[in-house]
């Protein structure tokens, strides 16, 4: 939906139409359209908090907040599953829906619309429970998902590149690496690199379930690390000489 208020409050601010278009990630039509249409309501801000984005659109613009009964609402559960799998998104999934709907002769929702009506239905069913962290105590390692991709300047050869991540659990700051290939040596590699990057260890390392890492047997529950990966964390603080702050 778009962000009606975070429109005029910037507009009060007295940004111009580029920069609130760059802040809010909407288009200029957009942010001039709703300009005009307060102008001509007298609308200003401070706005009473009951406005919502949703109000707002109601108020300000009627006939748009009426979906037509005719528009054909997205596959929620489809949309679900196809969100997890790697290299799918909404843009995506979008214009499948598009040809759907011309195939069927109903009329779609805009993209704006399509992703409002997936966000509401990802809160219905999302379950959330507050983990406490402490600063500096906990590291998560992994593999990203797909590789990214390295074009040799001279040959045009494209090359895979494994990338190493490595995120503060209290604060997400991460450390980010590109290697070759995701063998042992590349991983210690990375795990000494952003110690030093980071200027010392924490005190609890958490590698997800990567191959690298783990020696995989048939009890899900009780994997072990490889001896080098166990040897390397249990000797972190010696080789680096402090906790991180």
């Known amino acids: 939906m778009t962000k009606y208020r975070e429109i005029l409050r910037l507009t009060a601010l007295g940004l111009s139409q580029r920069n ?3 802040s809010i990630g909407v288009s200029q039509k957009t942010v001039v359209k709703v300009q005009k249409r307060a102008r001509e309501m007298h609308l200003s801000w401070p706005l009473d908090e009951t406005l919502t984005d949703a109000a707002l659109q109601k108020l300000m613009f009627p006939r748009e907040s009426k979906v037509s009964k005719q528009k054909r609402m997205p596959d929620f559960n489809y949309i679900q599953k ?3 799998r790697n290299g799918v998104n909404k843009k995506l999934l979008w214009t499948e829906y ?3 709907c011309r195939q069927s002769g109903d009329e779609p929702l805009m993209y704006s619309q399509f992703c409002y009506y997936i966000q509401q239905d990802e809160q219905k069913r999302r379950a959330t429970m ?3 962290r ?3 105590e906990q590291i998560e390692v992994d593999w990203a998902g797909d590789p990214a991709q390295i074009t040799d300047p001279d040959t045009g050869e494209i090359i895979p590149a494994f990338l ?3 995120v503060m659990a209290y604060s997400q700051y991460p450390y980010v690496e590109a290697f070759m290939n995701e063998k042992q040596r590349s991983w210690i590699t990375a795990h000494v690199h952003m110690y030093e990057y980071f200027g010392g260890v924490t005190r609890i390392l958490v590698p997800d379930n ?3 890492a783990v020696i995989h047997n048939n009890d899900w529950y009780n994997q072990e690390l490889n001896f080098t990966v ?3 964390c249990k000797h972190g603080y010696s080789l680096f000489g402090k906790n991180i702050r």
């Open 20 to 22: 609130i278009v760059q």
């Open 130 to 132: 507050h983990i406490n």
């Open 82 to 84: 196809e969100l997890l």
């Open 230 to 232: 166990e040897y390397t």
């Open 164 to 166: 190493f991540v490595g």
């Open 134 to 136: 402490k600063p500096g």
């Open 210 to 212: 990567t191959t690298t």
């Open 98 to 100: 598009l040809e759907e």
